[in-house]
């Protein structure tokens, strides 16, 4: 059965992540796996002169499960109070490691069930910023399913405009082919956005959009397709000025190294997306020998 993995460290941020996925979850036929990946303290190196107290993995452990066992309750509770008859209800589990969250993404995806990751983005309190401040881009790096990453600002319940932010390169049209499934579940609009820092009357640039949009119309079979060109001379001001002006509820890239993707995470527009715009980033992973249906 499909599955959204939710990797949960337990703070309100991770919990409005969570009722993210159970939305999305409703409207795919997905069920729900929540999962945390904790740390015993000898894990944690610490200064020399500093000394952990004495406690073990068991005890860890049995912490966590009950902490997730509270919140598989509580969220089944929220799904049934909530529920439609006819309608479909997701089932609840849960599931923790010992480790490094990044490190445990290839062994969740061992579950070929779970279709997509999602999580927080990073919390102001040192836990959450331990789990999810700088393993945001490690998860993304790790993980060879999409993973979607909710700002605690995200509306819930609304899912009717998802920007696809590409550099036209070919390959894209194969993840617009996905994304579609996905939007069609919403009857949601997808608009292919592109920034062009050239002329759009005769350069090779625009020769290039053309070609794509044209594959896109012919590959792609969905009808709620439009494109969108922001034009300035920086691409990282073009997409700050898309996300500044522009409504949408999803964010959709692909992780290609050396490309837009990577100018995001490497500059301000990170911080723009997770701190002040209340839009969920989906990231596809690339390469992919088959890309993956959410």
Known sequence: MRTIAVLTDFSERAGHAAKYALYLAKNIKANILLFNSFMVPSDVPMAAQVSWPTVDYDEVKTDVEKTLKK?????????KEQHIAGNFLPAINYACEEGAIANNIPGL???????????????????SAFMFGNNCKQVIDAATIPVLIVPETSRIGVLEKIVFATDVTYTDVEYLKGLALLAARFSAEITVTNVNP????????????????????????YDRISFKSVPNVSVKKGLEW??????????????????????????SITKKIADRVDVPLLVYPYPSAQVPTI
């Open 242 to 267: 898309l996300i500044e002006n522009t409504r949408f509820d999803m964010l959709v890239m692909v992780h290609r190294k050396s490309s837009l993707f990577e100018l995001v995470f490497k500059s």
């Open 198 to 221: 050239d002329n759009p009357l005769d350069s090779e640039h625009n020769a290039a959009v053309r070609l794509f949009m044209n594959d896109v119309e012919h590959d792609v079979d």
């Open 109 to 127: 995806e061992e579950n070929k069930d779970i279709t997509l990751l999602v999580m927080a983005t990073h919390g102001a309190n040192e836990l």
């Open 71 to 79: 919140l598989v309750k509580q969220y089944t509770a929220e799904l």
